[in-house]
């Protein structure tokens, strides 16, 4: 299989030539979404070879039974399965009684699909022969509406060009779907009820167990070069399926259209009992638009969202390409909208991993989020993680933990632990520690201290009191151990002293005593509200001062650097410039066994908190740390390129950062894990806007104030980007002579630049 098909292009994702061994890659690089749904770029005729079908209602989930041989105490029951929801885009063609199917076709020529993300639509072209030598050329588009974020729009055209011919539209819904992964094959939808008015059909289901409620809408509008015909259709239903049928005799080179507005109402944002009038109100506003406006709506609100997220990359097409398809499928995925909403890993293109939040929220999309938009976004993900707390307190309870001690979910969507690998949902216990920074950088980046005392102390005490459990104390080593656990380096599995867990552990505590007293100092009322409500002591504190002041952290001083934990001299140090390449992906290729023994690391793991924690380590023991540790780093992880680009950056290694930005930016549209086909790594994506941001851009936030130090890959000829700084919007353009600072706003903003303090002034140009 070619896995590099994606034509280069600035502002699309652009296939040509059918190739059925592409299809379910395809189906997820083309994927739509607009925040509320998403679904796979599946095709809305019939096709009968090899095809991931999948439709998601953002909120929807169902709890699986775990699937495990044994069974331990505080052993997750479920593990949430992002939901295949009702299907409303098909559309069956059929021509002088034969099914139209790509896969069937005697030939198919002149294929072409395109992904506009400047626009937010998804378009497809194609000549096919039938089994019964009818050729038809057919033209689709579709899109998911930012406006009427509950409806989708098709226009699906087709041409016989060699004969006349009867053809026949079924638009159809259909809630007889399945998930692809599956733990027992069990039944997740209940179709309640099918139903019709006139061009409009309607299934209302519900899933088993988390009984959320769902109707699934159509209408259906059909037309003969351009101009509206009155089509009566023919309306059959069965248990779970509802379809209309549009026939007419089309003249050799009429085009024959159909306009298919579609979607779903909930009942997260309904009552139950008023979907289907929701759903009308919706079709309604869709109808009255009509297709072309909705269309010009949707340029026009992509074209909002690209002036603020874009970055502009000159002279290297593939490069911008690849940040333009990154910060797209981001803005697909989540808008910020709802602060019961989060940012899965694979979005709405897949349902691997299940769940909707990782660690991989706070650690990098935050920054993204904040950014890009205003910071009233990022909020609601912090706020998100507030409304878990109680959930958190009691998943550490399961595992044994007492006091309000706080353990968060590595996979969650409603706040409970739904993982079901034990090394990870027991030991990957770092999490929690991505929470608590990304509280110091939400307040660091926007000086909004107001979230601390209104919601984020909570969750630091909570957080700092799970860490105070979790370490014991050696009276070997005479220090503070946390013995057990995994780190980002998931190829490392319950070792004990992993240098980034215990380093965050006890900045985690540290931090939340140091917030405590400036909650204490500045906002007296919520320090009582707040100190009452969690029962903190002066004696509970200073428990938790001797835990952080005593932390263990492994070192080797023949080495001069710390080592990711206890024993990782002890393994056979071969690096990976010297493993023979047949033997990679190592994931897909070695035993566990033979992985957990290996050095080989999956991403960034001492690395990570070196790059949480830059200010607190000099570049010459950042340098040190990268040159030991990045030799035996597989980059098997999507988190992992974007951090290496980073730190490469800041050592001055731009060949390197530059490699390590390709493979982040374009990890999905190259294919380089080999697993497009199960959907895209959606949150790795806000790592590789930072790889640029912070990589390139060099941007930090030091001691209240905004700091570039901006650099330049060879291959470059410029590239710029905005950032929102505390309500002041600045565009940085870089080329290989100047670097260029605008300011958007109402007063003067001081900012440093290569260690130099500047004065930019709103609208206008400062040249460094």
């Known amino acids: 299989m070619n896995l590099d098909y994606i034509i280069p292009n600035n502002w699309s ?37 090899p095809t991931f079908q999948g439709s998601y209602i953002a909120g929807v989930y169902y709890p699986d039974k775990t699937r495990v041989g044994w069974w331990k105490n505080g052993y997750p029951e479920y593990f949430a399965k992002v939901l295949n929801a009702p299907n409303w885009i098909g559309i069956n063609v059929v021509v002088n009684e034969e099914q139209l199917d790509l896969f069937a076709c005697k030939t198919v020529k002149n294929f072409r699909r395109e992904l506009n993300m400047k626009e937010g639509w998804l378009s497809r072209s194609f000549v096919a022969t039938l089994q019964n030598d009818i050729e038809v050329e057919v033209k689709s588009t579709r899109f998911l509406s930012l406006d009427l974020d509950e409806v989708g729009a098709i226009n699906y055209e087709i041409t016989p060009l060699n004969s006349k011919a009867e053809i026949t539209f079924e638009p159809y819904l259909d809630s007889g779907i399945t998930n692809e992964d599956t733990n027992w094959d069990d039944k997740f939808w209940d179709t309640l009820k099918v139903s019709h008015e006139n061009n409009q059909a309607f299934i209302q289901a519900k899933t088993m167990k988390t009984d959320f409620y769902t109707c699934t809408f159509m209408e259906s509008q059909v037309f003969i070069d351009g101009k509206s015909v009155l089509v009566e259709p023919n309306f059959t239903a069965d248990a779970n399926v509802a379809s209309f049928s549009y026939a007419y005799q089309v003249k050799q080179g009429e085009t024959y259209a159909i306009h298919k507005f579609g979607g779903y109402t909930v009942d997260r944002d309904h009552h139950k009992n008023e979907l289907v009038t929701a759903a009308k109100l919706s079709l309604s506003k869709a109808k009255t638009a009509g297709f072309s406006n909705l269309l010009k709506d949707q340029k026009d609100a992509w074209a909002k969202i690209w002036e603020m997220a874009d970055i502009t990359i000159e002279g290297d097409v593939k490069a911008q390409q690849g940040i333009r398809f990154n910060i797209f499928h981001l803005n697909q995925t ?145 220090k503070y151990v946390i013995l057990g656990v995994t ?204 790889s640029i941001v912070e990589g390139f851009g060099g941007m930090r936030v030091k001691n209240d104030t905004l700091s570039f130090e901006p650099k330049i890959p060879e291959q470059w000829e410029g590239y710029s980007f905005k950032v929102n700084f505390r309500h002041q919007i600045i565009t940085v353009s870089v080329n290989q002579n100047e670097t260029q600072f605008k300011l958007e706003g109402d007063k ?7 260690g130099k303090s500047i004065t930019i002034t709103p609208n206008h140009m400062v040249t460094v």
């Open 334 to 478: 989540y808008l910020g909208t709802d602060e019961t909403l989060n940012i899965g890993p694979k979005g709405f293109t897949g349902e691997k991993y299940g769940g909707s939040t990782y660690w991989d929220t706070e650690a990098y999309c935050i920054p993204f989020y904040m950014a890009t938009k205003d910071q009233s976004v990022a909020r609601k993900l912090l706020a998100y993680r507030y409304n878990h707390l109680q959930k958190a307190i009691e998943n550490a309870e399961k595992l044994g933990f007492s006091n309000g001690a706080a353990l968060y979910p590595m996979v969650t969507m409603n706040g409970e632990e739904c993982h079901n690998e034990w090394e990870i949902t027991f030991e990957e216990i770092h999490r929690n520690g991505a929470i608590a920074f990304a509280i110091f950088n939400y307040y660091r980046y926007t000086g909004d201290f107001s979230y601390i005392p209104e919601m984020g102390l909570e969750v630091l005490i909570g957080i700092a009191r799970f860490w105070h459990q979790r370490a014991n104390f050696s009276t070997q080593k005479n």
């Open 487 to 690: 780190g980002p380096n998931e190829y490392e599995n319950n070792v004990n002293n992993n240098w980034y867990t215990n380093y965050i552990a006890k900045w985690c505590i540290d931090y939340t005593i140091e917030t405590l007293e400036k909650v204490k100092e500045g906002y007296p009322d919520d320090y009582q509200r707040i100190t009452g409500k969690t029962k903190i002591s002066h004696e509970e504190l200073s428990h938790w001062k001797k835990v952080a002041d005593q932390m263990y952290f492994p070192y080797c001083e023949d080495k001069n650097i710390y080592l990711q934990q206890d024993n990782f001299l002890d393994k056979e140090l071969t690096t990976v410039a010297d493993l023979d390449r047949s033997q990679r992906p190592i994931n897909q290729k070695w035993s566990w066994d033979r992985i957990l023994r290996s050095p080989y690391i999956k991403q960034a793991d001492l690395l990570q908190g070196m790059y949480f924690f830059e200010d607190q380590f000099t570049t010459e023991e950042l340098e040190r740390h990268f040159d030991f540790y990045e030799p035996f780093t597989v980059h098997e992880s999507s988190l992992s390129p974007c951090v290496h680009s980073i730190q490469a950056a800041k050592l001055d290694r731009m060949e390197q950062a530059y490699t390590f930005y390709l493979r982040t930016s374009r990890l999905d549209l190259d294919d380089y894990n080999h697993e497009v086909h199960e959907g895209l790594h959606i949150t790795s994506m806000a790592g590789t806007w930072m």
């Open 748 to 754: 003067d903003l001081t900012i440093y630049v290569d």
């Open 13 to 49: 994702i652009i296939e040509e030539g059918f190739n059925p061994e592409q299809v379910k890659a395809s189906e997820s690089l083309f994927s739509i979404g607009n925040g509320a749904m998403g679904q796979r770029a599946n095709f809305e005729e019939k096709y009968s070879g």
